[in-house]
């Protein structure tokens, strides 16, 4: 596993690499970053190029605050591009997958499939943007550590709590590794998101959607939502598994995209 800087524009993107071959980009968690995809890079199939990239603000990358899932689209666009490969899969979770909804409205001809976990389509409610709201403040005052500490709850599935407690040190040492005011402005990413679920109807490559049984955020019926609003989508249910589905039960979630993958290959869109 390699780990470069790439500029794009005046945003310089840490990103880990593995393997050669057809890319596949994936986009990390909030409040999270690069490390979270460790279990697939480790595991990605002979032929496939894994390239996952901090997003801005988060551990590494640097760059003018980013605000907008548009601000992060357009910083992993650049980096597409800059791979000089073609298409790519594009693969996210949680807030990956809403930047992986930004890129495809942009620029649908950078992406050859795509991989949505642990995510919904729908915009946040009220009451979702004045948590989200509260939050910014904790962030600033707090710290991140704050933060992460009131989500983990939601982040890891009961399973994981009971029978993997040091899942739960691992995620938060990942999310105390970004400041504050980058998770702050994340917050503010996140508050004021698109809906995407018009742009649903309008996604033509082959689509995995993956979600935790356990899932308490975005729960199996907020995936389903998606797969039946792409057209020959394909939904996995990852067992025993949280929000966290891909660090959780990571057997499990690199079955299904391995699979998937190499019905990519084969011009299929089904398992």
Partial sequence: MALRDVRVGDTMLSVTEVGEGSPIVFLHAFPLH?????PQLDALPAGWRG???DLRGFRAS???PARSVGDHAADVLALIASLDAGPVVLAGL????????????RHPAAIRGLVLADTRADADSDEARARRVAMQGLARTSGTGAVIDAMLP??????????????????????TE???SAVADALEALRTRPDSRPTLATIAVPTLVLVGAEDVLTPPAVARVIADGIAGATLVEIPRAGHLSNVEHPAAFNGALQRWLATLRRGASTL
């Fill in 178 to 180: 970004t400041p504050g």
């Fill in 34 to 38: 690069a490390q979270m995809w460790a």
């Fill in 62 to 64: 640097t760059g003018a």
């Fill in 94 to 105: 949680s807030m990956g997958g809403y930047v992986a909804f930004e890129c495809w409205r």
């Fill in 51 to 53: 390239v996952a990239p």
């Fill in 154 to 175: 939601g982040l890891l599935g009961a399973t994981t709590q009971t029978d993997e407690p040091h899942l739960a040190h691992e995620v938060r040492r990942w999310a």
